[in-house]
């Protein structure tokens, strides 16, 4: 919509330094745009809290191209800062929100509501010797209303032909925002507590391979407690409770006003005894920054084997068969560190413990076939495992090696990393391809599609640093002026 531009204010007692949000031009005969950079103007010039972003002027050039003069803000976005910081201490994600709960209140005292909240329109700056203080921004598709619900802002989102356009951000929208009804307070309150359960739990709650598939979720489905998800540290249950309070579908289950959400957020602060992560960033695994992601629960185990095949374990020979008795557990030492275990692999290790494993289906047929997949069998064995006393720090010899699984394509890569793209895990996707460029280095696609992983976790200078390699390994590429565009 606009481009910003550092500036510095000439005159008596101005020279300090300030931003210029400037329309584009191009955008200037878009009445709708114009109108919601106006919006963005008035709404935020009406806010004097500290926690909101400050207009200082908003005013036009010769031409009738409008712009806004705004305090210069330098820090980091909570989205960035959740990429780079995660997992926070409960105590700094209770200070954090707490802030952004006092700016909105005056924002809703004041007849506006945000209906963007989400990480990246909150900045966290250093102010006061703190590095956390809040800056709430972008109040472009703010709405002024009645107290009683109704709308006062004359400017209303549509097209030409006068079809009502949904505006906002899928994953923080409220089930009312997302059917296209009446807003009031309660529906910024409602991505505020979207905004928290990410915080604690390190993901949204809702996430669809299509916006619209995000909303129809916001509308029909009640998200899983935090609690339940694989959170860094432990979640009080009286926060867990106020989260969930926070995204009831209905917004007569949610606090009333901001103020009640900040004083209960408060609460809980002063009466959580463990405020620190039960794990540290450090611990996070090698390899560039991800973005925070709901850990997901592993794909089942899948077990190949060909006409005849034995899988070897500690020296024993067991033959696959269908059983549904429970096996004695079996003790073998851990895989290696960096074993991929997936449907290439050509041999299984099998590392039993409490309950025992069940094997699932009658030796398979030639070409292999995964077993669990239930097929009807004439004649049923059992198979009785014994369990091996087994050394715990030799290595354990093997009738014959097992063979080595081979490499994944980079085609296979890079569609393993859209499946993860389109679940969420876009940290994921830029970590398992960066890790490819060793075995790839000169695959134009593999840096294309590192540079679309980047734009997507908006890690702009790692996206042009590989678009660049792109451009350099496929100059004649079809969508060359597509890349350098963004580039530019």
Do not use: W
Not at 87 to 97: A, F, K, Q, T, Y
Not at 98 to 105: K, N, R, Y
Not at 176 to 205: H, K, N
Not at 215 to 226: D, F, Q, V
Request: proline letters at 9%; a positive charge; glycine letters at 8%.
């Amino acid at each position: 919509m606009a481009e910003v531009y550092e500036a510095r204010q000439v005159g008596v007692g101005r020279g300090g330094p300030v931003a210029i949000k400037v329309l584009h031009r191009r955008l200037l005969g878009d009445g709708e745009v114009a109108a919601r950079f106006r919006r963005e103007a008035r709404s935020a010039a009406m806010l004097t809290h500290p926690n909101s972003l400050m207009v200082l002027e908003a005013e036009q050039d010769a031409d009738g191209l409008p712009y806004l003069v705004m305090e210069l803000l330098r820090g980091r976005d909570l989205a960035r800062v959740l990429r780079e910081d995660f997992p926070l201490p409960l105590g700094r994600v209770i200070h954090i929100v707490s802030q952004v709960l006092d700016a909105i209140g005056e924002a809703h005292a004041r007849r506006i509501v945000h209906r963007d909240l989400k990480p990246s329109n909150i900045m966290l700056v250093e102010r006061n010797g703190s590095q956390d203080f809040v800056k709430v921004c972008d109040y472009g598709i703010a709405k002024l209303v009645e107290t009683d619900g109704h709308p006062l802002d004359p400017h209303t989102f549509g097209t030409a032909s006068g079809q009502t356009v949904l505006c906002g951000t899928p994953e923080y929208m409220s089930p009312e925002q997302a059917r296209g009804e009446t807003l009031d307070g309660r529906s910024d309150l409602y991505a505020i507590g979207i905004i928290l359960y990410q915080m604690v739990t390190g993901g949204v709650p809702f996430r669809a391979k299509s916006p619209l598939g995000v909303l129809t979720r916001h509308i029909t489905e009640s998200a899983r407690p935090p609690s339940q998800c694989a959170t860094p540290f432990s979640i009080p249950p009286a926060l867990d409770t106020l989260i969930m309070r926070a995204l009831g579908k209905d917004r007569e289950q949610r606090p009333a006003t901001a103020a009640e959400f900040r004083a209960a957020l408060r609460q809980i602060g002063s009466d959580a005894s463990d405020v620190t992560p039960l794990r540290t960033p450090a611990l996070r695994a090698e390899g560039p920054a991800a973005a925070p992601t709901i850990r997901r629960r592993p794909a089942p185990l899948r077990l190949v084997a060909g006409t005849g095949a034995l899988l070897l374990v500690g020296g024993a020979a067991l033959a696959v068969a269908h059983t549904r008795s429970a096996t004695a557990p079996v003790a073998a030492p851990a895989p290696k560190a960096g074993l991929d275990v997936g449907r290439r692999a050509a041999a299984v290790a099998l590392v039993a413990s409490a309950p025992p494993l069940q094997l699932g289906e009658a030796a398979a047929p030639a070409g292999g076939a995964p077993l669990g997949v239930r097929r009807p069998a004439r004649r049923r064995a059992r198979v009785e495992a014994t369990a091996v006393p087994l050394p715990t720090t030799a290595t354990l010899p093997l009738a014959k090696p097992l063979p080595v699984a081979p490499p994944a394509s980079v085609d296979e890569m890079i569609a393993a990393g859209e499946q993860l793209l389109a679940e969420g895990h876009v940290g994921e996707a830029c970590a398992r391809l960066e890790s490819a460029k060793a075995q790839y280095p000169v695959s134009p696609a593999l840096y294309r599609f590192l540079g679309k992983c980047y734009m997507r976790s908006r890690r702009a200078a790692d996206a042009k640093t590989n678009y660049r390699r792109y451009l350099e390994l496929k100059p004649e590429a079809s969508d060359a002026t597509f890349i350098k565009g963004i580039l530019d």
